[in-house]
DNA sequence: TTATATTGCGCAACCGATTACACATTATGT
DNA sequence: ACATAATGTGTAATCGGTTGCGCAATATAA
């Protein structure tokens, strides 16, 4: 049953020509005739011949595969990225092979060296919560092999990167905030330093200063953004003698855990406390009431990292500048964050 | 910058060897000498040497790579099979390629093509919802390379596969809504011929007439099932003279729609229509009132499917018979059918 | 008509690791 | 002491495409 897979010899031998001359027709070389081109492809059809990508890619030192390693799939931003990537890279022959580290990072690390061993032609990453030491990527770079950064990028390793402005969505978030009346807003960050959370913290004090508000240490709450934090950080806000009437959350589940602990107190959202997350999440839309988000447009931050990918390959090696894409992200007001006048 | 990636030539070099016997020496074979392995090992270190897998795999027709054929990856039950599939896979040395098809039977075919020209050493898989022609899948089988379906599968197919008892999973949501004193029953359905809705549909079918109960085709929705399908399915449940007092649907997506509507035309859930979903989706925990649903032990499906993957390839070729794996699924009751005594 | 281009295809090396087979050396058995 | 076995390593082919170089045949130019 097994098919014996045909390969360039087999078609060569059956049209009493060589195997260079099938390789040449198959890829519409022009030195080979129309005839020649046209019994190739009639036979390899007939042979049910199947490229195999493996020989090229030993021959050519380059695979057609680009490595995604995401923290998880599980995730509408990261898998919109992927979707993204997928759209632009399979337009150019490339394959996607997607990794999840599930923010560990010894797999982390060894997902970098499964990807190194299988020779991709490059790598479009987001690292994990615990990655500190970024020798892994290094690696990556020392290869000559084309690394793009998205989402959570690091500066310092010097590649391309393709970022929202943070800043930008948490100023506007907060903004909002204060145009519905919030007064006392709370923020939950991330502990680590991680620049996404840096960028979104500073967004908030900025726009808290802009529009003459206090910022107050108090309110600012490092966790780990997810569910249970989101929990934990607002009943610790509720023990407050001054209790906040707004929180701006730097994640998506934990707005949710925020929203959870704020109807058990019997809390009216938004018209006691109002809510804004970060990240358009499926089911920040299906809470009651719905979350207000920033939207951080991830198909689009997929196109632009496959873009520059498909630059960088095509680019000089030495000639290429790292470049760092910033997209703007947009505020998505729903019910949580919008009081009635 | 680049570093030149050393091959085993190189470390042959340096040790006035042969290939060959660095090639033994990194593969622990035992003809060769310990004080050779140990040098060979500590010059690969120094060189910084990577192994080609590509190289390998060229030589040895495996690429020690499973391809993972899903929908999509941005649905915890996909994730978690995938999550279940690496589990395993990685303990053996293998490494996975996710492709997402977006349920388009186009993409499908064409991932297929890419992963057998990529020469993956098996294919698991869960088929989108448009396919109706399997030959694509069938060509996997013909290559003699393992396939499993999981979820989603096809018995004329004949090969193995991994899924839910579906019909147990509708029985026993039915019967739950049974017990909590629902005597119209809905259900929501998909369009197309899939077996695991026809599954669902014939558990909640028995549910219904084990407990004497009609089973009225008039509650019987079918739809896409994904969010405005539940919307618009339930707004036509609602026009019927006689309402449903519960609903059974055969997907996440369709049962969020259903809460929706309902709470907008002030419906209590549970007490005037209790709700049971299919697959515990984040989201369901998140929605005012939370979502019953049923639980597919989705990482176990994929440790399953990576079980019989391993077994395939190391079987003999023809002495392999397909097998089906079933497990069970399990009914996680939440606010959404928990009527108060 | 002779010189130069162009066309069409074959030859053979190559990518990097693997492995059957061969061979020399040393160890073990009787 | 001699036959046999075990040990350690080298030789060379192989996996399936790719491609620089070369050569002959035909076409175009001068």
Known sequence: MKKEKATIHDIARKLNITASTVSRALKDHPRISAETKKAVQ????????????IAAALRNGKSKIIGIIVPTADRSFFSSVVRGIEEIANGSQYNVMICQTYDNYEKEVATVEALLNARVDGVIASHGKETQNFDHFLKIKERGIPLILFDRSNDELEVSSVVIDDFLGAYKATE?????????IAHFTNTRKISIFKERLRGYREALLDNKLPYDETL???SNLQLEDGRSSTEQLLKLRERPDGIFSASALSIVGALQ??????????????????????YTSFTDPSLSTVEQHSMRIGNAAAEIFLEEV????KKFIPQKIVLKPELIIRQSSLRKK
């Open 42 to 53: 009639k036979t390899a059809q007939k042979l049910n011949y199947q490229p195999n990508h």
């Open 176 to 184: 909002h905030l204060i145009q519905q009346g919030c007064r006392r």
């Open 314 to 317: 095509n680019a000089d090696q």
């Open 220 to 222: 600012v709450i490092e």
């Open 261 to 282: 602990v704020l109807k058990e107190n019997n809390i009216a959202v938004p018209d006691q406390v109002a809510l804004v997350g970060f990240s358009n999440e499926t």
